[in-house]
């Protein structure tokens, strides 16, 4: 893919997705996209438009014709290089949505010079000329998929290059150092010291204090780009399936007073202001003799560590105050780290004023009926408010790429050795290879250190016209 795009040659690709619409919009880019462009393109009299002449980012309406044969009515969007997307001329057509006007000037535009784009070749392309740096560049595919109010934002907040930046002084500074300690190398016949060992040791202190945030942060980065995991728990018959049916406002989920109907976990996601949840139905976790029902159980136990958020639903007229508390022990043993919420289902049945009196000294406990629907909106405002607990300010940069986290941790690794390094008073040589490791772990995530393998593999996720 690379070799490729390093090729100076024009590709074009369907921008809006596959199938009928009312507009669809095809890309070219390339040297040869106004040129390509023109040969198609004319008037309502069947003249020529001429679009070499015309300035960069206007709008211009015509006919799209083979000979005589009017394909269909267009506006091109003129963009030259570099004041475009890629960086290279580009242009945009907007037509009508037939999917057979769609493949008629494809074929085309591939006729008159342009070929196919590959996944992710206009971006690619950009990111190879200096229109966005690496991390940006996988910062639109995020925009792309984003699916929730807070994914976008941080989507868009790395698109504009925030966590570039941050990286960027980080690696400045380091540079700054590893010349000095280069430079001794050069002298090392004559025993000189330019980089002052004291001040290297509380720069890659700081350093490494920004970077356990940034690695830190990969936590809740994770569950905003994928949804945060809530796990519905409890015994059989404790309402979890219709709780889930609610919620989705569907019937994902089979319902039955039959205990153990659910022997699976299964899955789905809402967004509740602007949040991605992705909720976790389970079987009923009880001793059983059941080979298959006990498999559900396990995993259920599973789904419980892996979760940010665990529901124990129990039923308000089954658990006393003393049975729930022993309970919620057994569930905390398998938890780990996540949040736990209490909640007492089947309200409708009983008195509430009894219940709460019941549960009063017990935290997080709240009172829904899922069969009447009765304060579910209680419950996904108190899990908003569970996740808003868990979060940092989304102005502050939060990493979301799993390549990004590895990065980081690979070059505060690198910076350890150099502390340790300087600690044990290591050759100068050795040193300065470290700090090159920790320099170069840092640049991956920019692209000023990348090489084929790493290009294809980020590009090729993308979808074909971005």
């Known amino acids: ?17 596959h199938g009928s619409g009312a507009i669809a919009i095809i890309r070219l880019s390339g040297k040869d996209s106004i040129v390509i462009t023109e040969k198609i393109f004319f008037t309502q009299k069947h003249e020529p438009i001429t679009l070499s002449d015309k ?77 966005f740096d690496l991390s940006q560049a996988e910062a639109v595919a995020d925009l792309i998929s984003s699916n929730s109010a807070v994914s976008h934002q941080v989507a868009m907040q790395q698109m504009r290059g925030g966590f570039s930046n941050k990286i960027k002084i980080l690696r400045d500074k380091l540079i700054d150092f590893a010349s000095l300690i280069e430079l001794e190398l050069d002298f090392s016949e004559e025993d000189v010291e330019f980089a002052n060992r004291g001040e290297l040791k509380n720069l890659i202190a700081s350093i490494q204090h920004i970077l356990d945030k940034l690695i830190e942060s990969f936590e809740l980065g994770n569950v905003i780009k994928n949804g945060i995991p809530v796990a519905i728990v409890g015994k059989p018959n ?6 889930l ?22 899955e789905d996601e809402i967004t509740i202001d602007g949040v991605l949840f992705r909720f976790i139905d389970t079987a009923g976790i009880r001793d059983t003799s059941d080979v298959i029902e ?11 560590q892996k979760s940010a958020i665990v529901i124990y639903l129990f039923d308000a007229h089954e658990l006393s105050k003393q049975d729930l508390i022993l309970e919620t022990q057994k569930i905390k043993e398998h938890i ?33 009926s899922a069969k009447t629907h009765l304060y579910i909106d209680d419950l996904k405002t108190k899990l908003v408010a569970l996740f808003d607990n868990r979060t940092v300010n989304i102005t ?71």
């Open 336 to 368: 780990g780290n996540s949040q736990l919420l209490m909640v007492c289902n089947k309200i409708d049945t009983e008195d509430l004023n009894e219940l709460q009196k019941e549960y009063s000294d017990l935290d997080n406990v709240l009172y829904i």
């Open 294 to 304: 006990q498999i559900g159980v396990n995993k259920a136990l599973q789904a419980m």
């Open 55 to 131: 300035k960069s980012h206007t709008l211009h309406y015509g006919l799209i014709c083979v000979g005589d044969t009017i394909i269909d009515e267009v506006l091109v969007s003129l963009f030259k290089n570099p004041h475009s997307y890629t960086g290279e001329d580009s242009i945009e057509i907007s037509c009508h949505g037939s999917q057979f006007i769609q493949q008629q000037l494809l074929q085309l535009l591939t006729k008159q010079g342009a070929r196919m784009a590959q996944p992710g070749e206009f971006t690619l392309r950009a990111f190879l000329n200096g229109k």
């Open 396 to 466: 502050e940069t939060v990493v979301t790429n799993a390549r990004h986290a590895d990065a980081l941790r690979k070059a505060n690794s690198n910076l350890y050795r150099v502390i340790e390094g300087l600690s044990n008073n290591i050759q100068t040589d050795l040193l300065a290879q470290d700090i090159r490791y920790a320099l170069d772990a840092l640049g991956t995530i920019t692209g000023e250190v990348t090489n084929e393998d790493l290009l294809t593999n980020i590009f090729t996720r993308f979808c074909i016209g971005k």
């Open 245 to 266: 049916n609610v919620l989705l406002q569907e019937e994902r989920a089979i319902v039955s007073e039959i205990p153990g109907t659910t022997r699976d976990t299964i």
């Open 1 to 17: 893919m690379l070799n490729n795009a390093l090729h100076k040659d024009t590709i074009t690709a369907l921008a809006t997705p």
């Open 238 to 243: 404790a309402g979890k399936s219709t709780l």
